[in-house]
């Protein structure tokens, strides 16, 4: 899928690789340019800060050094989160996002989704008019009619990489409000880091990624203190559930908002959603557009962001009577057939797992299954016998199927309903086995 593609262009130009801290508080890998520090599951509360920590723990400072990124950085301040004060450009501000989106247009991740949106799609998109479409869908700003609430002079930049409050301005300091949009983790790293954002911890209400992994995206719960020119506190703004991706550049965000927007016209979404996949992981990219006086669906963009629906604790698994739900895979490797090793990324040919019986006994494997983090099945048979090895071969043309995250992932093996051994990996190298005992 083209999201998968541009996600892969981008990694390898201007994206950045990400690790979470692990049950044991180390980082994997540990000279990742972005180190995550999830902690607790959020409460729903305003004031109940369950993350005592900030998110980020560490971004390489070379990060914001890249060419994307400082031009992001150069148009933020030209945005204030009131939605009361009437937005204006000035010269300097108009050649900032000119300048911002002239290098976006010229990045690989940019230049595939053109010609995806031209020759896919359909639309007649030039290299000649690509930046001025760009400046439409994302900077042009627009009258939003939704639900016979008029908000004037938006635009899905600002949603989307700002964010937009709503409070009362009559209670100045003491105002509580709400905050919507805010789906870049670059602005969120920037307030965090100057004491803007409060994390108040993951969102346990939305399914989010086992923390043996490295997130590729963070459900979350914040409060954001909005702060005038002059730096005086005029509003506290809670977001109960708000996401991004992580590591992503700024050509990415622009980019695939390019590609949801043309997918959108072509009736790809429904409801204002489009299941994607990522490698491993399964997202509902949400998109909005703006809405006419008429309520037909106008030609910017209105909001943006991925909602993760893989579970990394795994969905519930019915299989009659029984429940299956795995478990954490720090917690044991013991049972009397062990996984010994697994290659999640193979240079060529398919993914496998070794399993070893250390017991004293030869073990029918009828029955038995290996399992991914997602619950997905890989069933096994035949017999093992003591002190012997099998290697399982992981199909991926299964549908439904096992499959092995090269970004970090769970093994988890049963005997029907029986958990017998579990085991955790993060990012893995092309060609490397990951061993799990001695």
Known sequence: ??????????????????????????????????????QGCASGKRHVDLATRPL?????????????????????????????????????????IHDFLRIVARTPVMQRALVYIREELGHALSEANLQEHLRDLWFQTYTNHYNRRILEDASAFEHVFVGEGRYDPRRGIEALGELSGY?????????????????LGYQCGVRHLDHHSAPSSVTLQMLLYYTDLSGT?????????????????????????????????????????RRIRIHDETYDLVLYRDVREDGSLGDHIRSLYPVFVGDGRADALEEGPAVIRP????????????????????????????????????????GWTLRDRMARPAPLGGTIGAGEDIEIEVRRDVEGGMALGNRGGTILLYDRNTLVSAASYGPTRRGEAVRFRP
């Open 1 to 38: 899928m083209i999201y998968e593609e541009l996600w892969d262009l981008d990694q390898a130009h201007e994206g950045c690789h990400v690790a979470a801290r692990t049950a044991e508080s180390t980082w994997i890998p540990e000279d990742a340019d972005i180190k995550l520090d999830l």
């Open 183 to 199: 789906h870049s983790w670059v602005k969120f790293y920037l307030d965090e880091s100057h004491r803007r954002v409060n994390y």
């Open 327 to 366: 478990v954490r895979a720090a917690l044991r490797n013991e049972g009397p057939v062990v996984i010994e090793e697994a290659m999640p990324n193979p240079d060529s040919g398919k993914e496998w797992i070794r399993l070893r019986n250390v017991s004293a006994e030869a073990i029918d494997l009828s």
């Open 56 to 96: 980020f723990a560490y971004v390489d400072p070379a990060v914001l050094r890249r060419p994307t990124y400082a031009a992001l950085l150069a148009l933020l301040d030209n945005y204030i989160l009131d939605p009361y004060a009437p937005e204006s450009e000035s010269p300097e501000e108009e050649r900032e």
């Open 233 to 273: 506190v005029r509003a506290e703004l809670f977001k109960r559930i708000g996401g991004f991706f992580i590591g992503t550049s700024p050509a990415f965000d622009i980019a695939i908002g390019a590609v949801a927007f043309h997918e959108s016209v072509a009736g790809l979404f429904e409801d204002n959603r």
